[in-house]
């Protein structure tokens, strides 16, 4: 009888084991890379998070995109701490009006390793951050 337990347990295991690399996000979980210190866009809008995806909220378009933050930058899940290099670090609120510059970045040009959950779990084109300030 302990074998037989022992084989499901084995099998069930196996099933239960992700093969394909696929995971969801963890909780809380930013995409972040290098920073690019480069402005094509400033956009203003808030910080929304949604289906365990922190967007942003473009209040002209009505458009999200999945800001891409630089390294160093965390989400506590009320608000984001963003590290800009040669910077002290700003605190953004979810729900806050403020101005984000950067780019917009075409998930090919990601590494897929890094980025390939945020593109599944939460669709919105990518915009690297170069800078954040209060949209008053």
């Known amino acids: 009888m302990r074998k037989a337990g022992l084989i499901v347990l084995t099998i069930l295991s196996g099933c239960a ?3 394909s690399g696929v995971r969801p996000l963890r909780p809380l979980e930013i995409p972040t890379g290098p920073f690019l210190d480069s402005t094509a866009e400033a956009l203003q809008g808030t910080l929304m998070y949604e289906g365990g995806c922190l967007i942003f909220r473009d209040d002209l378009s009505r458009g999200h995109l999945l800001p891409v933050w630089p390294y ?11 590290h800009f290099p040669g910077k002290a670090e700003q605190r953004l609120v979810l729900a806050q009006e403020f101005v984000m510059y950067g780019q917009r970045v075409p998930w090919a040009n990601l590494p897929a390793a890094d980025y390939a959950a945020f593109q599944r779990q939460c669709g919105a084109e990518p915009f690297a ?4 300030r209060p949209a008053n």
């Open 17 to 19: 084991m992700n093969q």
């Open 72 to 82: 160093g930058t965390v989400f506590n899940g009320t608000s984001v701490i963003a």
């Open 129 to 132: 951050v170069s800078s954040v």
